[in-house]
């Protein structure tokens, strides 16, 4: 009786430490949604459940090492004991309506996130070597950041284009894979405001760690004004053009305001007349910036040096590439 005192006192002790440690630790950064919260709730039950086994286990064992060591000159040896039906039993028992209790709680919690809101607003995600992008359907708005209305259920349909990545919110708690050839689903309701990382969590080739985009944690009205700003932008392929000229590095090389960087400045160029290294001149139609955007060598401007990257017609669609090339319209009076 006095070791069965002995080893709960022990076990009940070093349960709370180190659930406490588990608890306070820091495991997970702050919870940002709905979900996240009711998984926060079942990882806590977690952490308890594996002190109290860590206490159990490890508990009798140093209780044991110390209480019952042998005392000095004693050689005889220990009791021969063969089988406990009880205690086996027991063992047998009590882990198993554990798991069950555990597996019980999990379904609970799965169907608590699952959850449909009928009300949910829909989001396309579609995840490639190595970018995230963000279609809103309803709004015809594409976006290389994902804005949420904070309190409101977003239902992200997510594709792959090529190979099986996997998006994941730390501070939304959950995660899902994107399969190429299927459309996978996950719903996010964010509770708190801010900015947060969507990181790809499957190995999808060599640049898969900056496989990263922004998330936008936002009030309702803020978004509706982004959502309604970005489809004027989709509606205006000038803005659009700009769009592709500030994301896809133009500008790093390509002024706007007739300086001169790396390569020939956007201002007034289109219907230039331009001198070619050859000593050839040419007029900058239409032909000529789609011939120097998906092919820049084959037409270097005399003073400049053959520095841009040669893959654009495969990191710009048609669409893009005509986009561009309407925004330097806009650039010229000519
Ligand atoms: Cu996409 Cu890793």
Known sequence: MKHIVGVALVVIILTMLVGILLNTMGLLPDVASLQGRYIDDLFQVHTWIIAFLFALIIGFMLYSIIVFRRKEGDDSDADHIEGNNKLEVTWTVVPLITVLGVAALGAN???????????????????????????????????????????????LLMESADVIHSFWVPEFRVKQDLVPGITTEVRITPTELGEYTVRCAEVCGLQHTYMLADVKVVPEAEFSNWLAS??????????????????????????????????????????????????????????????SIVDPNSQIVQGFVAAMPQNFSEQLSDEQISDLI?????LSDN
């Open 326 to 330: 309407a925004f330097i319209k806009s």
């Open 109 to 155: 919690t799965l169907s608590k996130v699952t959850a449909m809101d009928p009300q949910a607003m829909e989001v396309k995600v579609v995840g490639q070597q190595w970018a995230w992008r963000f279609e809103y359907p309803e709004a015809g708005v594409v976006s290389d950041v994902l804005m949420l209305p904070q309190d409101q259920q977003a239902l």
């Open 230 to 291: 970005e489809a004027l932008v989709a509606d205006d392929p000038v803005a659009r053009g700009q769009k592709v000229y500030e994301q896809y590095g133009c500008k790093a090389c390509h002024s706007l305001d007739g300086s001169q960087l790396v390569g020939p400045t956007f201002l007034d160029a289109f219907g230039h007349t331009v001198t070619l290294e050859d000593g050839t001149t040419v007029v900058a139609d239409e032909t000529y910036l789609y011939q």
